[in-house]
């Protein structure tokens, strides 16, 4: 089992921005799927975004204009870019992978939190 590594996060203003990078060394030979979620204190984990390993890229509604999923395959990082960020992203976000029985098997990792607040 490999652990995701999630970075990023931080604390910014109303309309500010943030990319959040998400390691899982070897997920691109495994050809997996990976998924940004995030949730909040005493709240269920939510789905942001997700990039398959084709490429196609999908984001929650609640983000879409704002956010944008991508990834660099010789890193074996992807990215969520957060533009405009507004309180209620305020949560711990994490990655993981989903796909093959390599990939479903990786753990969640320790998250990163996003705090947005004037």
């Known amino acids: 089992q490999v652990q995701a590594v999630e970075s990023g996060g931080g604390s910014v203003q109303p309309g500010g921005s943030l990319r959040l990078s998400c390691t899982v060394p070897g997920f691109t030979s495994y050809r997996c799927d990976v998924r940004w979620y995030r949730q909040v204190v005493g709240g269920q984990r939510e789905w942001v975004a997700h990039?398959?390993?084709?490429?196609?890229?999908g984001v929650a509604d609640s983000a879409k204009d704002r956010f944008s999923i991508s990834k660099d395959t010789a890193r074996d990082t992807v990215y969520l870019q957060m533009r405009n960020l507004k309180s209620e992203d305020t949560a711990m976000y994490y990655c993981?992978?989903?796909?093959?029985?390599?990939?479903?098997?990786?753990?969640w990792g320790q998250g990163t939190q996003v705090t947005v607040s004037s």
């Open positions: 990039i398959k390993s084709d490429g196609t890229t």
């Open positions: 993981k992978t989903f796909g093959r029985a390599w990939c479903d098997r990786n753990k």
